[in-house]
């Protein structure tokens, strides 16, 4: 290749017109050739499926018509479906409540355990990585841990509950517990994320900074609240935002230890649109799709609300 | 030759490789029956997903595809993936020539226009059991044969139901049984234990009391129908039963069976395996009927079918194999793996023969009925969905018994075609 180059050089300095147009449209021709792997990819795993996604949930699928393709586009009543069913309000309620608490309360133990990890303290990496345990562990492991841990008679937590005189709860049999249950399982997983995430944030705010603090006098919570907490804002920003999107989603915790039970006292959205699509013999496609299509939507405005903030944040 | 040709034969190359590629992914899907001129390789897939090219399950198949002049390519699924695979793979027009699939399923891919009658497939169908080759007939034509069966029973602790003074024997009907978990309770054990998590699970647990209260799937608020839901309320609420049975799976209720604390177990014949290893002297029963009698509980196990394909020369094969693995010598091995009572009378007999204590097993399925028999087909599942919300309702106190089946009777009756 490098020995034709000299030659490829006079050769350029003696073409005519019409050569140097068509080495600007092959030129054309090769970037996009060479941009046509990562068009295929995004075309094949991005765009298709939610074509696929959007077009299920706009035709009345059967088992019948989705085996035949035949399906008659029915506009948005499948929407109107899930808007419908008893099981929409709760599964919003649920899904709202069941976010917004977990990553209350993931963010708050996890900037706790940041700050409290940020002096380094003997042994303090070995803790820190105790606590990044849960995200290691398949979820199936730790979900199925958790609701051997909270079963009602035979549970360690009832155990311990009574051997303190409580009454026995009803963890993942009661309609009034088994939100609160799926929440705690959720929490404990999400800690470390935060964590880490969080723990990075403080790593790179200047020492000096906090120096200054101490030498003007300022308490541990002043320096928290004043000089930590702003510093850490596009780290927590961040970090809520991916929380978000990953709670939002959640599916297997809360499958594995309650299927979105007892009569859909734990049902998110997530779990019900499984259950649309997959939970009985009959699959229910186009309602399954319309919910799916929803989260995704919710997620949508959350990442632009995001990039809003970002714009925001940088024209400051 | 110059750089920007050398390139462009580059680019060239690179662009046949690739569209090589994705035509491959087009055509291939990991099925070989639409491979041109491959008729001779047939593709089987079924749920066993435990079983490996050594186990004798997968040599049976290969040697019946190779007695049928095919070799067979068999997948194994997980049995809650097989149905959607399925379906997507006739949407394609890819369908494997051969599924081995749950039962109730059958009805649902029959209706979908998957699967060929028995008739089309030149099948005889006579010597299987009637009751079991129900589950796989939507109106008068026949989508498959049953490879085997398996039903619900009530284990029991013979240990804890001696120091309790409980004759298992005496268990005959809902009042002797009520009986005998009160006295369980009495002892400071844990009377029953079942599975009533809100799923299909659920509900095919509830059946055998469901259709032994005398009621019919086609009313769920009948006041028979309510009487099993309050049967199951009432356990929970006099402490017959743990709560955890809103919750359970099959497997764990047999988890808190084996513990050794609990009288009755509802569960399946494929348990037998594991009541092997139970630390404790144990019995099967059949389930009581509210009136006395042994209750029809549903039918468990898979059918062989043959998804349509496009030639129909493939049929012929096709038949050959299922006529194979459905043989009586063959049978009797596959059920004994499987733990399944064999759907044929004389390979039942021969299975008693080899082991007495499957004798209440072949009862239990002789009285057993398919979920989606009483030409029930795909509105089965539709009723099944309202009726285990209706228990789970009830059984966790947010509805009485009465008010949770009559909606899900309403609920069904507006979706039912």
Redesign the interface.
Same mark, same amino acid.
């Given at each position: 290749?490098l020995a034709?180059?000299p030659?490829?050089r006079d050769?350029t300095t003696v073409s005519s017109r019409r050569a140097r147009v068509a080495?600007r449209s092959?030129r054309g021709?090769?970037a996009w050739?060479y941009l046509? #792997?990562v068009l295929?990819y995004l075309v094949v795993f991005y765009a298709y499926p939610l074509y696929r996604n959007a077009e299920l949930s706009l035709r009345d699928y059967?088992?019948?018509s989705?085996?035949?393709?035949d399906a008659p586009f029915i506009g948005f009543d499948n929407f109107r479906t899930m808007l419908d069913d008893p099981t929409f309000v709760p599964a919003v309620v649920h899904t709202t409540v069941f976010t917004f608490v977990s990553i209350g309360f993931q963010y708050a133990i996890g900037l706790a355990l940041a700050v409290f990890f940020n002096r380094s303290f003997r042994l303090s990496g070995t803790l820190r990585a105790l606590f990044l345990v849960p995200w290691l562990l398949p979820l199936i492991v730790s979900a199925s841990t958790w609701?051997w841990m909270l079963?009602?008679?035979?549970g360690v937590v009832n155990s311990a509950l009574t051997a303190f005189g409580m009454p026995q709860i009803?963890w993942?049999?009661? #309609?009034t517990w088994s939100l609160t249950a799926v929440i705690i399982a959720n929490i404990w997983i999400g800690i470390p994320f935060n964590l880490v995430i969080l723990y990075s944030g403080l790593q790179a705010i200047p020492d000096d900074v906090f120096e200054a603090a101490a030498l003007d006098g300022a308490s541990g919570w002043r320096t928290f609240r004043h000089i930590t907490l702003p510093l850490l804002r596009p780290v927590s920003a961040i970090t809520l935002l991916l929380g978000f999107v990953y709670t939002l989603k959640v599916f297997d915790i809360i499958w594995i230890m309650?299927?979105?039970? #007892?009569?859909?006292?734990s049902t998110t959205m997530s779990t019900w649109s499984y259950e649309l699509g997959?939970?009985?013999?009959? #699959?229910h496609f186009g309602p399954a799709a319309a919910v799916g299509n929803m989260l995704i939507l919710v997620a949508l405005v959350f990442g632009l609300v995001y990039i809003r903030y970002e714009k925001v944040q940088a024209s400051r | 030759m110059s750089h920007p040709r050398l390139r462009l034969i580059g680019a060239a190359v690179t662009g046949l490789a690739l569209a090589g590629t994705m035509a491959a992914c087009g055509s291939g899907g990991g099925s070989s029956s639409s491979s041109a001129g491959g008729s001779s390789s047939y593709t089987f897939w079924d749920p066993y997903p435990q079983f490996d090219g050594t186990s004798d399950w997968v040599k049976l198949v290969e040697s019946c595809g190779k007695s049928a002049g095919v070799s067979v390519k068999r997948t194994g699924f997980d049995t809650s993936d097989l149905t959607s695979k399925t379906l997507l793979a006739a949407q394609q027009g890819k369908a494997p020539d051969l599924i081995v699939i749950d039962n109730p399923v059958i009805s649902t891919l029959a209706d979908a226009g998957v699967l060929t009658t028995t008739d089309d497939l030149g099948l005889d169908t006579s010597s299987f059991a009637e009751n079991l080759t129900a589950a796989g007939v939507l109106d008068g034509k026949t989508y498959g044969v049953p490879i085997g069966a398996n039903t619900l029973a009530l284990y029991y602790n013979a240990d804890l139901l001696q120091k309790a003074g409980v004759d298992p024997a005496s268990v005959k009907d809902w009042d002797s049984l009520n009986a005998a978990l009160a006295q369980l309770k009495g002892k400071g054990s844990k009377g029953i234990t079942f599975s009533g998590i809100g799923t299909e699970e659920g509900s095919f647990q509830f059946l055998p009391w469901f259709w032994g209260s005398g009621a019919n799937l086609k009313d769920l608020s009948s006041s028979d129908a309510v009487s099993a839901v309050n049967l199951w309320v009432d356990w929970l609420k006099k402490g017959y039963a743990p709560n955890s049975v809103i919750n359970n799976t099959q497997t764990t209720a047999w988890q808190e069976f084996s513990a050794g604390d609990v009288g009755f177990v509802e569960n399946g014949t494929w348990q037998m395996g594991n009541a092997q290893k139970l630390p404790f002297k144990w019995g099967v029963i059949s389930i009581p009927a509210k009136a006395g009698g042994a209750a029809p509980a549903p039918t468990g196990g898979e059918f062989v079918a043959a998804p349509v394909q496009k030639d129909n020369g493939r049929y012929k094969a096709t038949e050959k194999i299922v006529s194979c693995l459905t043989d009586p010598a063959n049978l009797l091995t596959t059920d004994t793996t499987l733990s399944y009572i064999a759907p044929i009378e004389s390979v039942q007999q021969q299975q008693v023969a080899n082991d007495a204590a499957l004798q209440p097993w072949v009862t239990a399925v002789g009285d057993a009925k398919g979920r989606t028999s009483d030409n029930l087909g795909t509105n089965y599942p539709i009723i099944s969905e309202q009726m285990w919300d209706a228990f789970q309702k009830a059984m966790t106190g947010s509805a009485s018994a009465e008010a949770a089946m009559k909606a899900a009777q309403d609920a069904a009756a507006a979706k039912v075609k």
């Open positions: 290749m034709t180059a030659a490829l050769e080495r092959y021709l090769f050739l046509l #792997p295929t059967t088992v019948r989705f085996v035949s393709g609701s079963n009602s008679e035979s009803n993942l049999t009661s #309609p309650t299927r979105g039970g #007892p009569s859909n006292s997959f939970g009985s013999l009959l #699959p | -």
